[in-house]
């Protein structure tokens, strides 16, 4: 069932069960008609009638997109007086970019940190430069995909980065431990189900 009517006659087509699990267009179990809403709520700005409304985002859409062009909207109505109440975009930007920077404070703590605890060798120096390729790689796929960057992509994105560090530190050590190449990969293999099963359960309990 589409989430939109394009028309009054969609509306009546809509397909329903009944008792029988018998299919009937919504027409045949009441009468639709389109007519103007009974006024339920009074508006007054600085003393006049006005008009209120909200503007309600579906699943999916592009918040920041779509609260800057009804606002731009709305302040072209020069000869209307107008005023915002609340606009979800403004703080959806302002915790946006909270989040941002934790996310950069967190790579750059990290990148500082982890050679004082393990010392400077190649490969921390590869562990340390997967931070900044994964996020590169990360914004770039998702700017192809044309895929929003939101609080909730941001919040996902710094939990894959604590989960890329934290395998890259443990393969760093497990590396520095082992004499030989069979030997690394040996220790590998079995290590792999606890990295599997540590970022699956992750995933599902954020």
Same mark, same amino acid.
């Given at each position: 069932?589409? @989430? ?7 509306? @009546? ?29 009074? +508006?007054? %700005? ?8 909200? /503007? ?16 731009? %909207? ?23 970019? =909270?989040?941002?920077?934790? +996310?950069?404070?967190?790579? %750059? ?14 490969? %921390? ?5 997967? /931070? ?14 044309? #895929?929003?960057? =939101? #609080? ?17 530190? +443990? ?20 290590? /792999?189900?606890?990295? /599997? ?10």
């Amino acid at each position: 069932v589409e @989430k939109t009517f394009s028309s009054l006659q969609s509306i @009546k087509k809509l397909p329903l069960k009944n008792a029988s699990r018998t299919l009937l267009p919504f027409e045949s179990l009441a009468e639709i008609s389109k007519k103007t809403k009974e006024v339920e709520k009074f +508006v007054r %700005l600085n003393g006049k009638e006005g008009l209120g409304f909200s /503007i309600k985002i579906c699943d999916g859409a592009n918040i920041f997109q779509i609260c800057d062009t009804a606002e731009s %909207l709305i302040q072209t109505k020069k000869d209307v007086e107008n005023i915002i109440l609340y606009n979800q975009g403004k703080e959806h930007k302002k915790l946006l970019k =909270d989040i941002s920077f934790s +996310v950069l404070e967190s790579a %750059l703590l990290a990148i500082m940190v982890l050679p004082f605890l393990f010392g400077l060798s190649k490969n %921390l120096v590869v562990a340390i430069l997967s /931070i900044p390729f994964s996020v590169f790689g990360t914004f770039s796929t998702l700017s192809f995909l044309n #895929v929003a960057i =939101d #609080v909730y992509v941001l919040a996902g994105f710094s939990i894959g980065l604590g989960l890329l560090l934290d395998n890259a530190l +443990v393969l760093l050590e497990i590396a520095e431990k082992s004499l030989t190449k069979e030997l690394f990969f040996q220790t590998l293999s079995t290590m /792999i189900p606890s990295f /599997i099963s540590a970022t699956i359960t992750t995933i599902f309990c954020f």
